[in-house]
């Protein structure tokens, strides 16, 4: 075996060797190298550590996907390519098929990135991006059988690659600093969410790290389990307007923070959703610029029919559901669940028998965060409707009171498609804002560049190309514009988005103060840009 010493002082030969053919093709050269031997080059001397932490310092979003059968494998194969360029991960977003362990998944992954950087590890309905092998983009769409039909569900996992995914994403969003925060159960004593705690941790580390309470952006992942309409009520309520919540609100996860803690906190408290909460960094160095978050929503339901009101309702907490009867408009006659559905019929026809149906239900509610002065809060909700009788319309959910207004909303594919074109040309706009022609996929943006970094999105499972009668319908607005922009995305059973009611493109303009929250056969789109800093002020 070779000395050590002999070694170490044959590296810095050469280093001294390469440093003068000069800092601009050192530049090059290890901006072309995979991140962790770009990290490696840092630790060679003083100038090759000066060089290689400029390039790690660069904006960055990379994703990928891999459809092999092999749960080593296929993690193998997006962390290679998540990682085939420099970049220093600020936080890592992982999506598995159902076939796939989560647990397994979640400790491959984990092992091979950073212990100090947030990861979560979630299950979906389905994955979006680009193959890591074939660069291919693909939508892609899990066989989620009912748990009840348990000899199906084995059918479909023998079927060759069935269900067997997995999806990447790791970024550094520079001015920003990243952290998990979980929503906890309470297991004992009065057992509920602690959305106040959960609330108040969120605004805790904002205000440490910028100085305000309301975060740039959160982005959130839920159990199945786990009604979040109050939650997002209270999240509404508490922070500014400029932050931006977007997320998958039907999953299962597991995390990794402060070194490889992961979820379960103690036997009181479980986690039932998490937060990765983006806050803008003011102590950031002197030239990094800004990280943009910018909201786009694709409506896939149409409203029909007049408004009703609420009248006489029950709930039934161990169904979930709520029972209703309704008055329309001004008339005082109380309609039943089967007359209420007769007029939503003779209003739309045929086609009603093939689609979802939904009553969107405007709330306003009292809201308040620990000993905070109460106040109210104006917003809309969706609820499924199961069926309706000669005594009452059945909707699934809580929440809905005497009194409360609501329309109904049927899933339409023409309206997510024609909804799809103006999120084409939403994206278009922000396009000719920003450098979008020197950024080859996967590459990082230079930090001296105003660029558009990658997006991320949540899409319904109930649409897809059984829904457009097409391939990559919702995918195709950010992929048809921003063609070299990594887009990494899931299919979910609720999509977050802290939007207004103009994304249904319906009532009076008063109502665009309104927002939702939880949506139903939507996508959602988190576009991430960055503005480089202005030139110093004297």
Partial sequence: MEDPSLIHRQMHREAATID???DDLLHNIFSRLPAPFCA????????????????????????????????QDAVNEVIDEVLSQ???????????GPSFSLEDAHALISRRLDSRIPVITCTSQGIIGRDALTHEFQEVQWDIVDDDDGDNVEDVNMLPNANVGV???VGFL??????????????????????????????????????????????????????????????????SGETVIVGDGAGKFLYQIDNGVNATINQDCTPAALALVFAKDRDKPPGVGETQF??????????????????????????????????????????????????????????????????????RRKCSIGEEKVKWSTFQEFHEVLRGDEEYLYVNGLGIKSGDLFRFYISDSNTALSSCKKIADNLRCLKQEYDCRNHPSGDAVNIDKKAI?????????????????????????????LPMVPLAGNFCAG??????????????????????????FSTVYLVMSYTPAGPAQL
Avoid at 219 to 234: A, C, G, P, R
């Fill in 495 to 520: 999509e977050i988005a802290r939007v207004d009611l103009s994304s249904y493109g319906d009532g009076p303009e008063e109502l665009c103060s309104i927002r939702c929250n939880l949506h139903v």
């Fill in 86 to 96: 420099p970049i220093r991960p600020q936080f890592a977003i992982a999506s598995v």
């Fill in 20 to 22: 003068s053919i000069g």
């Fill in 167 to 169: 999806l990447l994403s």
């Fill in 40 to 71: 490696t080059v840092a630790c060679v001397c003083r100038s090759w550590n000066l060089i290689a932490t400029r390039i790690l310092s660069y904006p960055k979003f990379s994703s990928a996907l891999s459809r092999n059968p092999s749960l």
């Fill in 294 to 363: 910018h909201v786009m929503l694709s409506n896939g339901i149409s409203a029909f029919g007049p408004t009703y009101k609420a009248v006489s309702v029950r709930e039934r907490r161990t169904g979930n559901t709520t029972w209703l009867t309704a008055k329309r408009g001004a008339e005082q006659e109380d309609l039943d669940g089967q007359t209420l559905l007769e007029q939503i019929f003779h209003e739309v026809g045929d086609y009603f028998h093939c689609q979802a149906l939904f009553i969107g239900v405007m709330k």
């Fill in 453 to 481: 970094l990658g997006g991320i999105s949540f899409c319904c499972c109930g649409r897809g190309e059984s829904f457009f009668g097409h391939a990559n319908a919702d995918s195709s607005p950010f992929v048809e514009n």
């Fill in 174 to 239: 520079p001015g920003l600093k990243a952290n998990l925060i979980p929503l906890l159960w309470n297991n004992r004593g009065t057992r509920g969410l602690m959305v106040d705690e959960f609330v108040m941790s969120i605004r805790e580390y904002s205000s440490l790290v910028s100085g305000t309470t309301s975060p740039q952006g959160i982005i959130l992942f839920s159990d199945q389990e786990t009604d979040m309409k109050d939650v997002l009520v209270k999240m509404d309520y508490a922070f």
